[in-house]
């Protein structure tokens, strides 16, 4: 496999990202290390220097290890500490409250995944028919598709904002107007891909099932829908991740109603950087779960329908 | 409620006409009637219902009311533009696709790196990396510094994977023709590596022309100076002037579809060669 | 050393390490080419005639045995751009012209510009081409682009030139047409031609000498010196001299394929 014969390379790669950004942590977080030692009147060493870096409070950089015991302090000891608290309550509410935890990372990852999935089934889903009606009308293809190609050049999440705000007005808040920015964002790539992969047949297959007499619904069943397998998977992987962006977009917005993104936004409010790190490296780890998750989808997919050997 | 009836009307009108149009023999033409036909249809029924029901125009403003808006406030827009698109996404842009052309350059020579890089730089460019922008923003300031700095970032990846794929395109075959002229690897670099890597090499830059714009706008919701078409778009929308919002939408529209157009024609000017560019001419 | 010695194999081996194990591309092979000879190499897929053909050009490099080519090795001769290269596919470069893609390795050896435009005006002449300098391959028929790609190989007066079966992805009708051509530009020019080929009339039509080779291992069978007149019209082919030529050549390629287990 690839990744095997790769191993190697990509492993070193990234153990020198790591200790590139242990190194930065010393050179972003110096200042405030000599202010620290200057107004204490110490000198500092480079080893003290590299040890106070390393493990500052609020620093610019937070190293790899900083990030990761905060990832860990608000997820699994988070959910711990409010495990044993609810002892002896019911099952199901033990788990309510842990999900409800507004401490917890865990929390806010599941708002922004909730916003993220709804949006992107939804976005997919109507994509799809689009990309169906766009195949089979002329009147369809001829109008909508070019806004449709246009639109991936116009930066879409600058409307994220103000789709927020207008649905709050009308009263819908929370999940719903993240997951309709997110559902906008994996609809364009699902048309482009759906409608490249619908008419990918060639020619000869095409002549094939009109020796046949196939009308056009079978030819869609049987021909055209298959074929579109592979091209539908990737249009999913890159909606998946836009998705994700929209959603932590929204929430960076508005950020009352919670996610990923609020998280952030708090952060950066309140100069606590390590979260802020923290809440990205979760949701990148979810974005990195989410596209491996339609990958392995689509292998499977692929091999029971041969496309793979 | 007549201005509803009216707006079906003019659906079913613009259905007609693009009806019509799809059955006459094909031609280049009916894209782009169509099309228009398409779009002047929803503008017309977005006017239609939005003065017709009883949607208040504060949440939803009818296009003549962003038209006023564009109008009366050309010189705010115009310098949110400079602010954004200039500033911010031009530099980054150009300061990003520059980095991450030299970086596959360098590390053209080592098929170690190569190999270690381009999966770690694939499942980069799949993260959501705006999420950045405030730490960014921390970093560099409110300015349009931080702004290109988040443009960097989430250009770096897309147009270095597309790079050196690029590199890679000119077949062995080639590659062994200019082994027997005994060209240098600077002279084999120039002549054959990369005119074969443009076709891929713009396959990046188209990608990271959208992606400039979106980071630009997205990085200013995060703390700006009081002008830019992010700062606009997010203090507008908290303020209900949603005139002004859709005017600045239009102004982003715009931009990032020109943007993306002169990147695509000068892709076409340098790689009039290849079969994608050539269809229809030739032989 | 006979000076007329062009190019020289001694007990030549290239051994391939693969994963079923050693693969023998070419055994002991022993040769000697004279300068302005036309030499084919014909036998069966694997056999080593391109194998031995990329080593002569410093495209491979041999695990065993000696060669020389001008009397240098194939890396210095390679190095002093001794011979020009003509592969299976044209290989023009579809973002240069006619013209521009002949002047590429003028370019490369750091030729006068208007060097370039004599030779190449001269060159295109030859493999009559004239007036096509400022077209795109693109816009030229496979034949054509064939004949661009020799051009291109001649355009620096290398004293050999190399071809590794340039006619094979052709048409029979443009492959006579080039044939003829071919020996004609021979007779002009006078180089040492080398010339791979999987067709028995093309190798019995073009060559001085025909060298016969087999696989596993790749090594030479037979070396065939022609008996055939230096000027040859098309219709050669259909005298008994011709035939008898061709007999034994089929005849050596089966006794090669014999030999296999």
């Keep these: 496999m690839v990744m095997m014969r790769n191993f190697l390379p990509i492993l070193t790669v990234t153990l020198v990202i790591f200790a590139l950004w242990y190194a930065f942590a010393i050179v972003l977080n110096k200042n405030w290390a000599y202010d620290k030692a200057t107004r204490g009147g110490y000198e500092l060493s480079f080893s003290e220097l ?28 988070a959910a711990i500490k409010k495990w ?18 507004k401490k917890s990372l865990l929390r806010h990852a599941w708002l922004t995944l909730s916003a ?85 047949p060639d020619s000869i297959q095409l002549d094939q099932m009109r020796t046949w007499f196939a009308s056009k619904s079978q030819i869609f069943w049987k021909l055209r829908l298959p074929s579109s397998v592979p091209y539908l998977f990737t249009s999913l992987k890159i909606g998946v991740a836009a998705s994700l962006v929209g959603a932590i977009v929204g929430e960076l917005t508005i950020s009352q109603d919670g996610g ?9 409010y309140y100069g606590t950087t390590i979260l802020i790190w923290a809440a990205l490296i979760f949701a990148a780890a979810m974005a990195a779960v989410l596209v491996s998750s339609v990958g392995l989808a689509e292998r499977i997919t692929k091999k029971r329908m041969g496309f793979l050997a | 409620m007549s201005l509803v009836l009216a707006a079906l009307a003019v659906w079913a009108i613009g259905w007609g006409i693009n009806i019509w149009i799809a059955r006459q023999t094909p031609g280049r033409w009916q894209s782009i009637t169509s099309a228009t036909i398409f779009g002047i249809t929803l503008v017309l029924m977005w006017e239609l219902l939005v003065r017709g029901s009883g949607i208040s125009p504060v949440i939803l403003p009818p296009p003549s009311m962003i038209y006023t808006a564009f109008v009366s406030s050309t010189d705010i827009l115009m310098a949110d533009f400079i602010q954004t698109f200039v500033k911010g996404a031009l530099t980054g842009y150009a300061m990003g696709c520059t980095a991450a052309f030299l970086t596959a350059l360098a590390i053209d020579r080592s098929d170690f790196l190569k190999r270690g890089l381009l999966p770690i730089g694939n499942f980069v460019a799949a993260l959501p990396i705006i999420g950045m922008a405030p730490i960014l923003v921390m970093w560099f300031g409110f300015d349009w510094q931080s702004k290109a700095a988040v443009v960097v970032i989430m250009i770096f990846f897309p147009v ?19 082994r027997t002229y005994a060209a240098s690897y600077w002279q084999s670099l120039f002549k054959l590596r990369l005119p074969a890597a443009a076709p891929f090499i713009f396959n990046g830059l188209k990608i990271a022309s959208t992606l400039a714009l979106i980071g630009a706008i997205v990085a200013e919701f995060f703390g700006s100076p009081i002008v830019g078409m992010g700062f606009r778009i997010s203090t507008g929308a908290g303020r209900l002037e949603l005139d002004l919002v859709w005017a600045e939408i239009v102004v982003a529209a715009v931009a990032g579809s020109a943007f993306y157009g002169i990147v695509a024609l000068i892709e076409r000017k340098a790689t009039f060669w290849h079969p994608s560019q050539r269809k229809g001419r030739g032989l | 050393m006979n000076h007329d010695v062009v190019i020289k194999a001694e007990k030549l081996c ?17 040769l000697t080419i004279n ?11 694997g056999c080593g005639k391109t194998t031995f053909l990329r080593v002569l050009a ?10 020389s080519v001008n009397g240098m090795t194939p890396r210095e001769a390679r190095r002093k751009r001794a011979y020009g290269f003509v592969f299976q596919a044209a290989g023009l470069y579809p973002w240069r012209t006619i013209g521009g893609n002949i002047k590429l390795p003028l370019e490369i050896m750091g030729i006068s510009k208007d060097e370039q435009k004599k030779q190449v005006a001269e060159v295109l002449e030859l493999v009559d081409l004239k007036g096509f300098e400022n077209k795109f391959p693109w816009q030229l028929s496979g034949g054509m682009q064939q004949r661009a790609s020799i051009a291109r190989a001649l355009a620096f007066h290398a004293d050999i030139l190399l071809m590794d079966e340039p006619f094979g992805a052709l048409d029979e009708i443009v492959r006579d047409h080039l044939n003829e051509q071919l020996l004609q530009l021979w007779a002009k020019t006078n180089k040492t031609i080398g010339f791979v080929t999987h067709s028995i009339p093309e190798a019995v039509y073009l060559s001085t000498k025909i060298v016969v080779m087999s696989p596993r291992p790749g090594r030479v069978t037979e070396v065939i010196e022609s008996t055939l007149p230096r000027e040859r019209p098309l219709d050669i082919r259909e005298t008994p001299e011709f035939l008898a030529l061709a007999h034994r050549v089929r005849e050596g390629l089966r006794a090669g394929h014999g030999d296999d287990a």
């Design chain 1, 50 to 77: 590299v040890s106070d870096t390393w493990t500052q409070k609020k620093p610019r950089l937070p190293t790899p290890d900083q990030v990761a015991a905060e990832i860990w302090k608000s997820t699994g000891t």
């Design chain 1, 260 to 268: 990923l993104g609020a998280r952030m936004l708090q952060g950066n």
């Design chain 3, 14 to 30: 290239l051994t391939f390490e693969t994963n079923d194990g050693p693969v023998h591309a070419l055994k002991d092979v022993d």
């Design chain 3, 58 to 67: 410093d495209l491979e490099t041999p695990t065993g045995g000696e060669v």
């Design chain 1, 84 to 101: 044993n608290r609810t002892e002896g309550k019911p099952f199901s509410e033990r788990v309510s409250k842990v999900l409800g935890d």
């Design chain 2, 160 to 178: 270095l994977v597309n790079t050196v794929q690029g590199l890679d395109a000119a077949d062995k075959m080639q590659k062994d023709l200019m």
């Design chain 1, 116 to 200: 993220t999935m709804l949006g992107f089934v939804f976005g997919t889903g109507l994509g799809i028919l689009l990309a169906i009606g766009i195949v089979h009308n002329k009147a369809m293809d001829n109008s909508v598709m070019p806004w449709v190609i246009t639109s991936q050049t116009i930066p879409i999440l600058a409307l994220a904002p103000m789709i927020i705000v207008v649905l709050n007005a009308v009263g819908l808040s929370g999940l719903v107007p993240k997951a309709v920015i997110s559902a906008y964002l994996s609809f364009f790539p699902v048309v482009v891909g759906m409608v490249k992969g619908l008419r990918s």
């Design chain 3, 35 to 45: 300068k302005g000879e036309f030499v084919s190499f014909i036998g069966p897929s």
